[in-house]
C-alpha cells in the first residue's frame, strides 16, 4: 500500500547488481583457484544461482554481508547434480545455465516458478542444437529443460533475431566447451556483462562491432570482484526523485556500464536532471555516483537504439511518461511481453486503472501524461512492476494498492525499506 504524494531526498547505495552477481557465481565456480566477491546481491534469483552450483559439487561460504568465497573446480570440474536444479523465478539462470550445461559430460535438468515455468526457452536450445547439443522442453518451448549430457559441441557463427543479452551469454558460454570457434551477432547492442567477465577471469573474447567471438580450449583464471549497485534497482530512484517535487537524491556506487544506462538516457531526453559524478572502473566494470533532482518531465518518442539498453526499466519508465507533460511512444520492445509477465499488458492495464490513457501495441505503449489517481493494481508476481506502481504513489492523488508482491525478493529485498528512508509513504503487508 503506497500512501499518495511525499517526496524523496537523501544519499542511499542500492543493492548489487543482479546480472553481475549471476555471473561472478557461474565463471568464479568454472575458474582455477578462490574467487572472493564484494557486493552480491543477496536476492532469490542470483541465489538460486549460487545453490545449483553447490548442487553441482562447488563449495561456496557466503554470503555474508555481500562476500562469498568460491573455490572454483575448473571448467570440466562440475559434478552431476543428485536432483533437478531448481531455479526459482530466474530466467538469467537458466538461459545462460543451458549453455554452460549443453558442454557438461553429465545429464541435468532445470525447473522453475510457475512464472518462470511459462517464459520461452526455444531463444537458447535452438542455437545450442545447432551447436550439438540435446536438451528436451515442454511442447511449448518451455522448462522444464533436460540436458543430454556428453555431447560433442561444435562452434557456430550465430545471427541472433532478436537482441538478448542472455541469449547471446547462453551460447558464449557452450562455447566454452563447443570445438573451434563460437561467434554471436547481435541486431542491436545488449547488455556485455559476461564479455567483460570473461576477460576478468583471463579467457580472451574478440569483439568487432556487434560480434563477439571465443574460442573453446582456454581456462578461467580465480579473481576478486566487487559488483556494483544495480542500475535498474536504481531506476526506481532516479524516476521517483524526477517526478516528486523538491526531491533531491544521491545514488552511491552505481554501474554504469554503456549497455545499461538507456534509462538515463531516456530520462534526459524527457527533461530529467540528472548529474554523474566520481566515475571510476571497478573489476572492468564502469561505476559513478548519480544525482537526480525533480524536474518537469515531457513526452518522447523513444529511440529504437536506446530499447535494448533500457529493458528491464520500462515498467518504472512508463510511469515517468505516465507523470510527463504530452504523450510518450514506445516501440520496438516486443522483448516486453516476455518477460516475468507480460509488460506492456499489465503495465497498460495497472496504469488505466489508476486513470492514465495507457495504450498496450503490439511492440510497446502509447502514454498520455495526466493526473495518477488511487485504485488496486496486480503485479502478477512481476518485482520491477511492484516496485514500479510503489512509485507512481510519489505523484498520485489517493492510495495505491499493490497485489502480488512477493517477488520483489527476486531482485531487491530492501526495497521498501529503502524507499520509505527516501520518503515514500509505504508499507508493506504479509497476505496469508
Not at 567483460?196 to 573474447?205: A, D, E, K, P, Q
Not at 531487491?412 to 497476505?431: D, H, M, R
Request: glycine share 12%; proline share 5%.
Amino acid at each position: 500500500m503506497v500512501e499518495p504524494g511525499g517526496n524523496m531526498q537523501g544519499k542511499i547505495r542500492v543493492p548489487g547488481d543482479k546480472s553481475i552477481s549471476h555471473r561472478s557465481i557461474m565463471l568464479g565456480s568454472l575458474a582455477n583457484g578462490i574467487t572472493h566477491v564484494k557486493g552480491f546481491l543477496e536476492a532469490e534469483d542470483a541465489l538460486a544461482t549460487l545453490q545449483a552450483f553447490r548442487d553441482m559439487g562447488v563449495t561456496i561460504k557466503g554470503p555474508d554481508n555481500g562476500e562469498l568465497t568460491i573455490q572454483g573446480v575448473g571448467l570440466h570440474g562440475l559434478k552431476a547434480p543428485e536432483k533437478p536444479l531448481y531455479l526459482g523465478n530466474s530466467g538469467t539462470s537458466m538461459r545462460l545455465l543451458s549453455g554452460l550445461l549443453a558442454g557438461q559430460s553429465f545429464d541435468s535438468t532445470l525447473t522453475g516458478d510457475e512464472s518462470l515455468s511459462k517464459r520461452p526457452m526455444k531463444r537458447v536450445t535452438q542455437p545450442l542444437a545447432e551447436m550439438g547439443a540435446k536438451i528436451a522442453t515442454t511442447e511449448q518451448g518451455t522448462a522444464p529443460l533436460h540436458i543430454k549430457g556428453g555431447q560433442s559441441l561444435h562452434g557456430i557463427d550465430y545471427l541472433m533475431p532478436m537482441a538478448s543479452a542472455q541469449v547471446k551469454s547462453c551460447v558464449l558460454l557452450a562455447g566454452l566447451y563447443a570445438e573451434g570457434e563460437t561467434s554471436v551477432t547481435e541486431p542491436a547492442p545488449t547488455r556485455d556483462h559476461t564479455e567483460r567477465m570473461l576477460t576478468g577471469f583471463g579467457y580472451s573474447v574478440t569483439r568487432e562491432g556487434n560480434k563477439v567471438t571465443i574460442n573453446s580450449g582456454g581456462s578461467l583464471d580465480a579473481c576478486d570482484i566487487d559488483v556494483p549497485s544495480d542500475i535498474s534497482s536504481a531506476a526506481f530512484f532516479l524516476v521517483g526523485a524526477s517526478i516528486a517535487e523538491n526531491s533531491e537524491v544521491l545514488l552511491k556506487h552505481v554501474g554504469i556500464n554503456p549497455t545499461r544506462t538507456g534509462i538515463i538516457d531516456i530520462l534526459k531526453l524527457m527533461g530529467a536532471d540528472i548529474e554523474i559524478s566520481n566515475q571510476t572502473t571497478v573489476g572492468g566494470e564502469p561505476v559513478a555516483d548519480i544525482r537526480v533532482r525533480s524536474s518537469q518531465l515531457k513526452g518522447i518518442n523513444i529511440p529504437s537504439d536506446l530499447v535494448p539498453l533500457a529493458i528491464d526499466e520500462f515498467p518504472v519508465l512508463f510511469v515517468a511518461a505516465a507523470c510527463a507533460e504530452g504523450q510518450t511512444v514506445l516501440t520496438d520492445a516486443e522483448e516486453l511481453r516476455v518477460k516475468e509477465c507480460d509488460r506492456i499488458q499489465v503495465m497498460a492495464d495497472g496504469l488505466q486503472i489508476l486513470g492514465i490513457d495507457a495504450r498496450p501495441t503490439k511492440d510497446g505503449m502509447i502514454i498520455q501524461g495526466g493526473k495518477i489517481g488511487g485504485g488496486e493494481v496486480i503485479s502478477h508476481g512481476d518485482h520491477r512492476i511492484a516496485m514500479a506502481f510503489a512509485i507512481a504513489g510519489l505523484c498520485a492523488d489517493a492510495p495505491i494498492t499493490i497485489q502480488d508482491c512477493a517477488n520483489v525478493n527476486t531482485s531487491f529485498p530492501p526495497f521498501v525499506q529503502l524507499a520509505a528512508s527516501l520518503g515514500l509513504n509505504i508499507e508493506s503487508k504479509e497476505v496469508s
